[in-house]
């Protein structure tokens, strides 16, 4: 199992630029998320998918869109950059189990926006 | 609402030294609480978790017991080495969302 993947690793956008973070997980999670990392401030919750066609906000979702697009993966698109989105990117998946309720993490995308 | 609070760093300690990294949380209902590591360049990894009052999770000789009276979740070792430097994260859930503190970085040096 490659558990959950992330492209790109890193990126360089301009102002104004526009891309989306792809995320994939093989372990069957109904749940998944997206996160931005920046220094001193832990992990944010930009949108999460509680399960295959539903998304729902978090504290940071302004200038972010997402797709649940299967039950595998959930995409997060920035339409149009800005310097304060510099920050890396984390998506995660869960089970629904109230017993394994643990978030597994994908290694992250390093998002520079210029 | 719900939060974590954890203690500011960062954290050095000569090799062996005992660790504690502080952490209170506030929510609503009952929350699970965890702690996640994050070693340079990579993602959050699952140390430890508890998911009810007076749990004790624990691995790789960290623990941490859910004190449901005094709405703490601390991470202890007793002898740390220097591959346990890292960034560590408390966390907790309740429902879907998971609410994390800001990080306590440790440096371990021998």
């Known amino acids: 199992n490659a558990g959950v993947t992330q492209t790109p690793k890193f990126q360089v956008l301009k102002t104004g630029q526009s891309m989306t973070l792809q995320c994939a997980q093989d372990?069957?999670?109904?749940?998944m998320y997206w996160y931005r990392q920046d220094p001193g401030m832990g992990l944010r919750l930009i949108y999460y998918?509680?399960?295959?066609?539903?998304?729902d906000k978090g504290e940071v979702p302004n200038g972010y869109n997402v797709s649940r697009l299967n039950k595998r993966e959930f995409s997060l698109r920035l339409e149009s950059a800005a310097p304060s989105q510099t920050s890396v990117y984390f998506c995660?998946?869960?089970?629904?189990?109230?017993?394994?309720?643990?978030?597994?993490f994908g290694p992250g995308t390093r998002l520079t926006v210029l | 609402g719900n939060s974590v609070t954890q203690m500011e760093g960062p954290v050095t300690l000569s090799e062996e030294a005992f660790l504690t990294i502080n952490c209170t949380y506030t929510?609503?209902?009952?929350?699970?609480l965890f702690w996640y590591v994050q070693y340079p360049g990579e993602g959050l990894q699952l140390l430890l978790k508890?998911?009810?009052?007076?749990d004790k999770g624990s691995n790789k000789g960290f623990e941490a017991t859910y004190r449901k009276e005094t709405t703490s979740f601390h991470l202890e070792k007793g002898s740390v080495q220097v591959s346990d430097s890292a960034v560590y994260f408390c966390?907790?859930?309740?429902?879907?969302?998971?609410?994390f503190g800001t990080g306590t970085s440790l440096t371990v040096i021998p």
């Open positions: 995660a998946s869960k089970t629904t189990s109230s017993s394994y309720n643990e978030q597994f």
């Open positions: 372990m069957n999670h109904n749940s």
């Open positions: 998918s509680a399960s295959e066609g539903t998304t």
């Open positions: 929510a609503t209902g009952y929350p699970s």
């Open positions: 508890a998911t009810k009052a007076d």
């Open positions: 966390a907790l859930n309740t429902g879907n969302q998971f609410y």
